[in-house]
């Protein structure tokens, strides 16, 4: 839950110059060694890396010194990474920001890239996946499509995702619309979903 400041040891121990020049970026995850790791190869890459593990403290971060960029983790304790999204967008709108997320879902997209964010990863992807993302500036009409129907998991994740986004992130709400038990809900929630 708290804040760091950017890693310096991994920068001195990749022999790299701390100065005024290098870009901003924030890193929000609530894995705390997932943000070490990704700070360190960020750092080498030439990145004034500050982490947060949740929105509040990204927050103030942002507000003491608003980033350039911003790679943010969808789903967190309290709020979600959308909110933060808003957020940094509402402080600077030429942040560019990644959503990154293991739990990705076609609503979850689209309201990331509503809010201001510039590009949608899942998880896993490295360092030089996410730069790449946070550079690019517009749509890739070449993307290969899906060549055949969602799964049925799928395909239920992505109806979830998206009851889940008309009710705001609200749990019993969603739970109430689907006609469904909380529980059974939260438990569909906390899995991965089915990979296509």
């Known amino acids: 839950m708290r804040a760091r400041q950017p890693a310096f040891a991994c920068l001195a121990a990749s022999g790299m110059r701390l100065d005024q020049d290098r870009a901003s970026l924030l890193l929000v995850d609530d894995d705390a060694t997932f943000c070490q790791v990704l700070a360190c190869a960020l750092e080498k890459r030439g990145f004034a890396v500050s982490v947060a593990h949740?929105?509040?403290?990204?927050?103030?971060?942002?507000?003491?010194?608003p980033p350039e960029y911003a790679v943010i983790d969808l789903k967190m304790p309290g709020p979600s990474g959308l909110v933060l999204v808003q957020r940094l967008k509402e402080l600077d709108a030429e942040t560019s920001i990644v959503m990154f997320t293991g739990y990705a879902s076609i609503a979850t997209a689209v309201e990331a890239i509503k809010l201001g964010a510039t590009h949608y990863l899942p998880k896993p992807a490295d360092a030089d996946e996410i730069i790449a993302a946070l550079m690019r500036t517009e749509g890739d009409p070449h993307l290969p499509l899906i060549s055949g129907p969602l799964s049925v998991g799928r395909m239920e994740w992505e109806h979830i995702q998206k009851v889940l986004a008309e009710h705001d992130g609200n749990i019993s709400a969603t739970a109430r619309s689907l006609?469904?038990?909380?529980?059974?809900?939260?438990?569909?929630?906390?899995?991965?979903?089915?990979?296509?």
């Open 179 to 196: 006609k469904m038990h909380r529980r059974t809900l939260q438990r569909k929630l906390s899995k991965r979903p089915v990979r296509e």
């Open 54 to 65: 949740d929105v509040a403290s990204a927050t103030e971060l942002a507000l003491a010194n």
